[in-house]
């Protein structure tokens, strides 16, 4: 993988990186990390995706890693030697689109795929919905990494890269012989429950066990962190209180709630499902940092392909940033590995599958992905 780093953030050198990555011998593909700061639009970068010779993906995230340095503004091209097949996802908060016969429809034959990168749309309200048909049709066979791109704003606008310019509201497979190994940790531990999810909607839990959900969460984190919830301090207190939703055999799912909604409802990223039974979580600086160390550990020995292996991908959430500020530089040292690059995005959650688990969008989750070389 030939990586090029740009730390101003332009669209002048993100052309002229694309430039020069494209010109490389042996690249077929490039992915670009993109830091939101950077103010692309699409009336900015659409022509530029548009002349690239090669397939080109990737997103925009509220920040990126290069080797041991976060960038809040800037831009990762990364060049491929395996030639991606792209294929993008509409209208992915559509309650009417089925995933599933699109994906039977448009992908019919995935060849020798090895891994497939999967980059949405982080405020699109149907994530999980694609995910399981991505589940459905190819099971695990193929490794998955990537995670949601967007704005720490909130605000929901184009945040994919493409060939066809800068898109929201999808998305993105990408389909690639390259070798892989991964590995998913989070490090969240339980304070209370569990509670039955009695209402939901898509991202939105309105009661647990029958009470507005905002009502019983309230309780519970004011008691164990001793703060009180106001008008405008919901996302300080919880982003240390992510919610875990249970599954047999594997570690919880976290989901991250982001604000209050209508009547005491609580509005999270990702789909919590209706009857389903959730946690409230916590964590600290030593329960995260060594979740990073394990995810690395599990996507190395996950990789077992006789190909050397070469750039370590870090899909990691930003709330986990958040949450740990100056101490994040620990979670970078856990992952990075001498002799190796190190890329990644600090994501609006995350997705993958933990060796031969579940495939999963999570939230506060730390993904290591070991590429082949």
Known sequence: MFIKVDST???????????????TEGINGIMILACDENGF????????????????????????????????KGTIVAGLNSEPTLHIIPQLSDMSVEYEDIIDEEIANIGITKTIFVLVDGFAKRISALIDSLFNVFGLEINYIGGGAGSLSFEQKPCLFTNEGLIMDSGLLIMLEMESGVGVSHGWNDVRGPFRVTESDRNVIKT???????????????EHSGKTFTDDNFFDIAKAYPFGISKLG???????????????????????????????????????????????????????????????????????VLF??????????????????????????????????????????????????
């Open 208 to 222: 647990l066990d029958w009470r507005p959900a905002f009502e019983v969460y309230r309780e519970i984190v004011e």
């Open 324 to 373: 740990l500020q100056d101490e994040f530089s620990q979670e970078i040292d856990a992952v990075y590995q001498e002799n190796f690059p190190l890329i990644g995005a600090l994501t609006i959650g995350e997705i993958a599958n933990s060796g031969k688990d579940y495939l999963e969008f999570y939230n506060k989750t730390a993904v290591v992905g070991i590429l082949e070389e």
């Open 9 to 23: 953030g332009t669209v002048e050198n993100l052309k002229k990186s694309i430039k020069e990555v494209v010109g």
């Open 250 to 320: 594997t570690e919880k799912i976290v989901r991250d709630p982001l604000m209050t909604g209508d009547n005491d409802s609580l509005v999270c990223v990702g789909e919590v499902p209706e009857g389903s039974y959730v946690h409230i979580l916590n964590g600290d600086l030593h329960s995260l940092v060594q979740a990073a160390a394990r995810a690395l550990a599990l996507g190395k020995d996950a990789y077992n392909s006789t190909s050397a292996p070469g750039t370590t991908l870090f899909i990691d959430c930003i709330s986990r």
């Open 41 to 72: 639009t699409p009336k900015d970068v659409d022509g530029v995706l548009k002349d690239c010779r090669v397939p080109v993906f990737g997103g925009i995230f509220p920040a990126i890693i290069h080797g041991k340095t976060k960038f809040e």
